[in-house]
């Protein structure tokens, strides 16, 4: 028999058992957290389980929007553990042929977006979410489609651990040898096309000296070369790389400031509430900027964005993220910190 996914929220019990498929990647998940909380505040009584990929679980640690993370560690085993699941509702976030598997292995009537592959398939479909707006926003729309009547995202969240803090803390102080004004500085991303050049990077922490913060540079699996290169650099940046979400999660929420590319630690740093400057190359910023934060998003127009940033298409090299200037990022940082900007000294990194 198949349901009606219009207010379909208020027609489920109370203390509905409700599986969320959202597999990827570490901002997708970050950006749930939004209209998660919205739905948790006018169903309280609603138990919500999120199926994601287990490289990206810990982006829901200690949230208590979730009463439950499976993380999917193979899909073998994975569709053996959901065979034995029953849910209330479940509602396929992610679209693919994976994602489909999943929600139909677990019992319980399984809804997806009607423009999904196998849409035929589902219990039931809800509208396309909204492409033109941001992505807590479109997924909110979602939710109001099925019942949520908050039309606000509202921030991300990601809960302090206070342990992880306090190591965080003391690792910090052995690194500057007392307490310092840091800011956490990313330079990595998935793609050429979303990584700003590493010498404007460079050209930047040092101007950040200047201004009397130290500078933290952080890296993902796989990016640990790209922040000793910018080491190099500021000869007393602190490198650490091989944090788990959580403990990157306590740095940054450390942090007067944080500067990175579009990636999920820039969601990350949105989700702890720490002022960010998002550099923004080939991807949509409309969809994708920080949500809910005092932020800038230093971006220049290009007619071709966004596109899919797998590689530039109109050029050899991606012109929209070499056209951000080390002086446009300089001024986000301004703008956001308040410091006064004396030292900035774009003519001699020629970075202008």
Known sequence: MRVITRDLFTH??????????????????????????????????????????ARFAACFSGNPDFDEVIPAAGKADTLRRLLTRRFDLIVNLHGGPTS???????????????????????????????GAIHTAASTLGTFRWMGVRGDTPPPLRFERDELLAARVSKQLATAFGQP?????????A??????????????????LRHQ???????????????????????????????????????????????IGNDSGPMHLATAVGTRTVAIWGSSSSVRWHPW????????????????????????????????????????AVIELTGVTGSSVRDSESGHT
């Open 12 to 53: 489920l019990p109370a203390d509905a058992r409700i599986l969320l498929i959202r597999l990827r990647s570490m901002g997708d998940c970050l950006l749930l957290t939004s209209p998660v909380r919205a739905l948790k505040s006018e169903f309280p009584g609603f138990r919500v389980s999120v199926l994601v990929d």
């Open 180 to 188: 310092s004004t840091y800011a956490v500085v990313h330079p990595a």
């Open 100 to 130: 489909f598997l999943y929600a139909l292995a677990a019992r319980g009537p399984a809804v997806g977006a009607e423009h999904y592959q196998y849409a035929s398939l589902y219990r039931a479909t809800f509208p396309k979410p909204d």
């Open 190 to 207: 998935l793609m050429d096309t979303k990584r700003w050049p590493l010498d404007r990077f460079s050209a930047l922490t040092s101007w």
């Open 212 to 258: 009397e913060m130290r500078i933290v540079v952080t890296s993902g699996p796989g990016e640990e070369a790209l922040a000793h290169q910018l080491q190099q650099s500021v000869s007393d940046a602190v490198v650490i790389t091989g944090l788990s979400i959580p403990e990157l999660a306590e740095l940054i929420r450390g942090a007067r400031l944080y």
């Open 292 to 331: 809910g934060v005092e932020h800038r998003v230093v971006q220049n127009p290009f007619a071709c964005n966004p596109c899919p940033g797998y590689r530039c298409l109109v050029a050899p090299t991606p012109l929209c993220i070499e056209s951000v200037t080390v002086e446009q990022v300089q001024k």
